[in-house]
Structure formats: structure tokens, C-alpha cells
């Protein structure tokens, strides 16, 4: 087993004063630099993942703005991967699948922005792929979303999207039990 730490869009629009701020962001990407110091420090594979809008209406992560910048917890070092991306699968149209077989990677711990569309369309690819993945539930966050008339909190928004990938395409913990591991 070789695992990898994969940090999906840990960036400036997704926190207050950003474009599209989630719920809770910042609890988040203090998990965030825990885990990362954790990897860092066992000398573990990191990959940093952020997306960039191809559409310059899009309204967030326009290349150019400060909202595209990792968030300063996590901003990559030397010597880590990282790997842009226009797709909330951060498999498609990169080269993160073969940059993880190069290196043996067979287990990938996902973290990051936001748990209910990259983080689940990359860790569903991921477990499709072939790899065995932990998404880290407190190091990870949602928006309150909207259908109709009805209004979802982030926070159930978030528990949801967990569950659902929970037992089927990841095992879901929280960092305390990954770091403890």
C-alpha cells in the first residue's frame, strides 16, 4: 500500500470574502494544514488539485482573480504535485491517474472543496479507477443548496453527500482517527 494525500480546491473563492463561500471553511482548512503537516511529515505523497473556470463568466475560480490561490493553510511546497484542473473530477483531462500509478499510489486520502460535487465526482473516478479512498469528513465542506423552494443547509448538504459515499466508494473518517492510525 503507497497512499497519497490529495487536496481538491482548497481556495480562496470558497471562504468568506471569496466568490462563493461555503459553510464553515475554515474549520475545514485547519483540519486541512493537521493532515497536511501529517503527510509532510512521514514523507507520504501530497497532491495539491485546484480548478480554474474555462468559462471567464463563471463567477468564481476566473484564472487571473485572487480566488483561484490556495487557501494559505495548504499552499503546495516544492517537490508536491500539483495538478490543475477544469472539471469537478479531478481525473478528467489531467494527468493525476498516471502521475498516481508512476508512483505506486494505491490508496488516496481525499480532503478539500466542496464535498458535494469535486470531492465526490473525483472520489467516486478514484474508487472507479481502482483505488482505494478515505475521504476525511471534517477536512472537507459544503454550500447550502437550493431546489425549488427548498433550501438544504450545507452542514446536511455535507452529511449526506458523506454517507452516500460512505461503505460504497471510501471509507469516511474524521482526522483525529486518520492521524491516529
Do not use: W
Request: charged letters at 20%; one cysteine or more.
Amino acid at each position: 500500500m503507497t497512499r497519497a494525500l490529495l487536496l481538491v480546491d482548497v481556495q480562496l473563492d470558497y471562504f468568506p470574502g471569496g466568490a462563493f463561500p461555503l459553510v464553515d471553511p475554515e474549520p475545514a482548512a485547519r483540519a486541512a494544514r493537521r493532515v497536511l503537516e501529517h503527510f509532510r511529515s512521514t514523507g507520504e505523497d501530497v497532491v495539491h488539485v485546484f480548478h480554474t473556470a474555462t468559462d471567464p463568466d463563471a463567477g468564481f475560480f476566473v484564472p487571473g482573480t485572487p480566488g483561484v490561490a490556495f487557501h494559505p493553510d495548504v499552499e503546495p511546497r516544492a517537490g508536491e504535485t500539483v495538478v490543475e484542473k477544469h472539471e469537478p473530477n479531478s481525473f478528467i483531462g489531467t494527468g493525476l491517474e498516471r502521475s498516481l500509478r508512476d508512483r505506486g499510489v494505491t490508496d488516496l486520502i481525499v480532503v478539500g472543496m466542496m464535498t458535494s460535487m469535486c470531492v465526490d465526482s473525483t472520489t467516486r473516478a478514484a474508487s472507479e479507477l481502482g483505488f482505494t479512498c478515505t475521504v476525511v469528513a471534517d477536512v472537507c465542506a459544503a454550500p447550502d443548496l437550493t431546489l425549488g423552494d427548498l433550501t438544504v443547509p450545507g452542514a446536511t448538504v455535507h452529511t449526506a453527500f458523506l454517507a452516500a459515499l460512505d461503505g460504497s466508494f471510501a471509507s469516511v473518517v474524521e482526522s483525529v482517527e486518520l492521524l491516529r492510525r
